[in-house]
């Protein structure tokens, strides 16, 4: 089954696009009569209610992702290609169509009406929202004609005037707007720029030199941010307020098509749109807009989480920074999370490697001897139990869960091929984990359906096959009557196009199911390089794919992390102990924060193992110890309150232990001011010291208990 995702509206511009020598596809022609469906409010309200996601990175071609080649070069019955199709259509004055689609005469109105051109050639035309960020905000989860259909809209504008600004906007919001070429020329370059250079630079280049032109400031928020600190300020870099309220136009024309398209915004844009609406007249508008959202049957984004506040910090005279200064001194805030479990704590542990030396509520069954192959490796033997009851031995003995994870075909089931392939008859592995429900029963208190069921590395068969066998795990764990947990397939997210095509296809395959999961699972490993917050990035990709398939909220466990390890193309990155204890208690303390309900690092060993960045086994005292003492921050607690800032991260946590914040850095050595936040501060290694009079702490990478 394939999710209804097809249905599309073309607008009547784009009606007459598909021509001569380009053929249309069923979905292409079968086009329903639009539902009368409107949004209506404030450009300002508009804002409010956009979704802030993180864009998705994934599987991006840039503007061939919307407008393959083919359609572009593809030729109507009177030669026109789609740039000239579009040319035509957007006309305020339509040219005449010669031999070979020569266009003679014509009148646009360009740079937001304020510029009439009277030769096609210097029209051009730029979208409101680039092809990059339209991808990343939801348009990657749509089809391929609903992406050309929002590609190729474009509005007939006529010159700008004050009636312009009296009348409310109708109809639809314009994805493309038309500059002059001189315009262009300059977006151009400032993307060209603002690709290589860091935010300071981009000030200097443009802010200071008054460079900024209109199209790429309303189209750029992060320069919005930067330069647009005050209405004096933007009309000088600009030069007049006609060019400030052009500026406002361009990013109202945005704002509609995002919205009105059911896109979303990175966080970041949104705070840049709010700070600079406010300055702008049309807050006092109303608009009715067209839904393209319902009308193109595309998926809405869900409201995200609440984004936790910044720090903010600065700089002193003479080059010395004052202590950063966090954004509370109290703890009255109210909890935003339940009970923090010792099933947050969770590990990889072969039984034959003993029994993991580090607080842990949670065992995952995978590397560990007791696959299905390992276990069943004949059809019409015994299954093997011997290994899974000393497993379940084990977790019994130091009061952990276990996570069972179906995967690794044995070849009986399979024609004799590798354990990657799936099982000729997908009832063999629903009947497999139905026996282990039986014997279990509560102990296993989750299934996981397939380890990394996106790389063809274990999995080869179909999305669709994986969602079917998700599907009769779930009816063989469900008639068993042991209550466990059905958890869908995980997922790498550092392959990226693996994630992005197959696990959004397995997405839309579980949809056509209603779902027939418990939770979801994700490994998070970011690259080699990489460290925690490269991490969270991986986790917030994840989170925006769910999202963006319309998933419904369930707990997520992240099954599978550690960091440094090789692949893509970069070799392994061997971490030190002490950076090693630091990344594992920040990656606890960040599951909490950012809603992972289980985090299982891999892997408790015998002894170092080559393949891993970071060590944990019997001989690494450093990270047990960093592990151990975070557990004991955490368990028995509830989060309340965290801020987020470039260099600072702090969580604060109250319960039976006290009220307490957990501090570190992305990286830096820096001193941080922590008045009325406590007396003592408590470090990774255990140590307790009292905080002196000036109330600051030392503060690095290994996070740091300031304690009431």
């Not at 309220?245 to 704002?255: L, V």
């Not at 397995?506 to 199911?513: F, K, V």
């Not at 939770?519 to 769910?546: C, N, W």
Request: hydrophobic letters at 40%; glycine letters at 10%; proline letters at 6%.
């Amino acid at each position: 089954m394939k999710r209804a995702l097809t249905a599309l509206l073309v607008p009547a511009l784009i009606a007459g696009f598909i021509g001569a020598g380009v053929p249309a596809s069923a979905e292409e022609t079968s086009r329903p009569t639009a539902p009368k469906a409107f949004l209506t409010g404030t450009v300002a309200e508009f804002i409010q209610k956009i979704p802030a996601v993180v864009p998705l990175k994934a599987g991006n071609k840039g503007k061939a992702s919307f407008i393959p080649l083919s359609v572009a070069n593809g030729k109507d019955k009177r030669g026109c290609n789609l740039r000239q199709r579009m040319l035509i259509d957007s006309a305020h004055v339509k040219p005449k169509v010669g031999r070979k689609c020569v266009l003679k005469g014509g009148v646009w109105w360009v740079d937001q009406g304020t510029k009439k051109v009277t030769k096609a050639k210097n029209v051009g035309f730029v979208p409101m929202l680039n092809y990059a960020d339209a991808w990343g905000q939801g348009a990657s989860q749509w089809t391929a004609q609903q992406r050309l259909a929002w590609a190729t809209q474009v509005e007939r504008p006529g010159p700008a005037g004050p009636q312009v600004r009296a009348k409310a906007v109708t109809g639809l919001s314009a994805t493309q707007q038309l500059v002059s070429a001189e315009e262009l020329e300059k977006i151009d370059e400032f993307s060209r720029i603002a690709s290589v250079s860091p935010l300071a630079s981009l000030y200097n280049t443009y802010c200071n030199r008054g460079f900024l032109t209109l199209a790429a400031l309303a189209t750029h928020p992060i320069l919005v941010s930067v330069c647009g600190q005050s209405r004096e300020f933007i009309d000088t870099i600009l030069g007049s307020s006609l060019n400030f309220d052009i500026m406002c136009r361009t990013q109202e024309t945005r704002i509609l098509n995002v919205r009105s398209w059911g896109l979303s915004l990175p966080p970041s844009d949104l705070e840049a749109y709010a700070a600079i609406s406010s300055k702008c007249r049309y807050s006092v508008i109303a608009y009715f807009i067209q839904d393209m959202a319902i009308v193109n049957n595309i998926i809405r984004i869900p409201d995200p989480a609440t984004v936790p506040s910044e720090i903010t910090g600065g700089g002193g005279a003479g080059g010395v920074n004052p202590a950063v200064k966090l954004p509370f001194s109290d703890y009255l805030a109210a909890p935003t999370s339940g009970v923090i479990g010792r099933d947050l704590f969770g590990v990889a542990a072969p039984v034959d490697w003993g029994a993991p030396g580090v607080q842990t509520g949670y065992l995952r069954l995978w590397d560990a001897g007791v696959s299905w192959r390992q276990m069943q490796p004949s059809a019409t033997g015994p299954i093997q139990w011997e290994k899974l009851d000393q497993t379940m031995a084990m977790a019994s003995s130091i009061g952990a869960k276990v996570s069972y994870v179906l995967g690794d075909t044995p070849a009986w089931a399979n024609g004799g091929q590798s354990g990657a392939v799936p099982p000729t008859n997908l009832g063999d592995a629903a009947n497999f984990i139905g026996q282990l429900c039986a014997r279990y029963r509560t102990p296993i208190t989750s299934f996981e359906v397939w380890n990394e069921g996106n790389l063809t590395t274990f999995w080869t068969g179909s999305m669709e096959e994986l969602a079917e066998l998700t599907q009769k795990v779930r009816d063989a764990v469900r008639g068993c009557g042991s209550g466990s947990q059905v958890l869908a397939s995980s997922t790498g997210t550092r392959s990226s196009n693996a994630f992005l095509t197959n696990y959004s296809a397995y997405l839309r395959a579980l949809a056509a199911r209603n779902w027939p999961v418990d939770g979801y699972t994700v490994h998070s490993y970011p690259s080699a390089d990489g460290g925690p917050t490269q991490r969270i990035e991986e986790i917030a990709q994840f989170k925006t794919l769910l999202a963006q398939n319309d998933a419904p909220v369930r707990p997520i466990l992240d099954t599978e992390l550690n960091y440094g390890l090789a692949g893509l193309g970069q070799d392994r990155r061997v971490i030190d102990g002490a950076t090693g204890a630091a990344y594992i208690s920040q990656s606890f303390i960040q599951s909490v924060q950012y809603g992972i309900d289980s985090l299982f690092w891999f892997l408790w060993t015998q002894a170092d193992y080559d393949k891993l960045g970071i060590q944990l086994n019997a001989g690494t005292p450093q990270t047990i110890q960093g592990w151990n003492q975070t557990a004991e921050w955490l368990v028995g607690q509830r989060m309340t309150r965290c801020a987020v800032g470039t260099v600072v991260q702090a969580c604060q946590v109250t319960g039976p232990k006290g009220n307490y914040t957990l501090l570190w850095t992305t990286g830096a050595e820096i001193s941080v001011d922590v008045t009325g936040l406590g007396s003592t501060v408590q470090y990774l290694n255990g140590t307790t010291l009292p905080i002196g009079g000036a109330n600051t702490i030392g503060l690095g990478v290994a996070p740091v208990a300031v304690r009431s």
